[in-house]
Structures are given as C-alpha cells and as structure tokens.
C-alpha cells in the first residue's frame, strides 16, 4: 500500500507561481495513476489535474488549464503540481491521491483509493 505526503504549499500573493510535489512511499509510484484534487472552506473536494502511470496522458479542469502542470518522476517517486499565474479562487487544501487502475475518462475524486494528507495553499490579493 503506497503513502503519500505533500509538500510545498504556503502563502504567495496573487500571480504567483508554487510548485507542489508529492513523495510516494512504501510502494513503486509507476504502479499507480495519480491525481491532484484541492478542497475549499465550505466546498466539494474537486479534481485538479490528473496523469496516467507513465505520464501518457494529462487531464485538467478547465479553471486550471494553461495555469497548472502536472508531471511525475517515477525514478524519484514523485509527483509535482507547478502552478503559476495563481488566484485568490486557487486557496483550497490540496491533496495528491493514488489509484491503481481507472479510465482517463473519470478521474472524480470517488476513482482515487490512497491519499495523503493535504498540504494548504493560500493565494492573497
């Protein structure tokens, strides 16, 4: 069974860019799909970005696309979400999750078996 542990989150000013990374433990990263999901005060956890076991593909949702990148690094057992042009919307706790089987085609939160334990990000106006 695969452990997750985010890092990278804080607090940067709008327009600013954080790169979040995802260390995975206990289990070979390539072996599972990945996804980053973020849940704000009062809202839905919702997907962010997701990516397949060797990177062959990307999903995003549409309020992060042309912002957000995500990438893996299966040698480092690692996943990274780089957000860049951020917005006071994008304050939301952020979650990596793992899967080991699914469809590009649905990447919901209710895909997902493991996650880690959320890393905060606050973006000021």
């Known amino acids: 069974q695969v452990q997750l542990v985010e890092s990278g989150g804080g607090l940067v000013l709008a327009g600013g860019s954080l790169k979040l990374s995802c260390a995975a433990s206990?289990?070979?990263?390539?072996?599972?799909?990945m996804a980053w999901f973020r849940q704000a005060p009062g809202k839905e956890r919702e997907t962010v970005a997701a990516i397949s076991r060797k990177g062959e593909w990307t999903r995003y949702a549409d309020s992060v696309k042309g912002r957000f990148t995500i990438s893996r690094d299966n040698a480092k057992n690692t996943m990274y979400l780089q957000m860049n042009s951020l917005k006071p919307e994008d304050t939301a706790v952020y979650y990596c999750?793992?899967?080991?089987?699914?469809?590009?085609?649905?990447?919901?939160?209710?895909?997902?078996?493991?996650w880690g334990q959320g890393t905060q990000v606050t973006v000021s106006s």
């Open positions: 999750a793992a899967r080991m089987s699914g469809s590009a085609s649905d990447v919901a939160v209710r895909t997902y078996d493991y």
């Open positions: 206990g289990s070979t990263l390539s072996n599972y799909g």
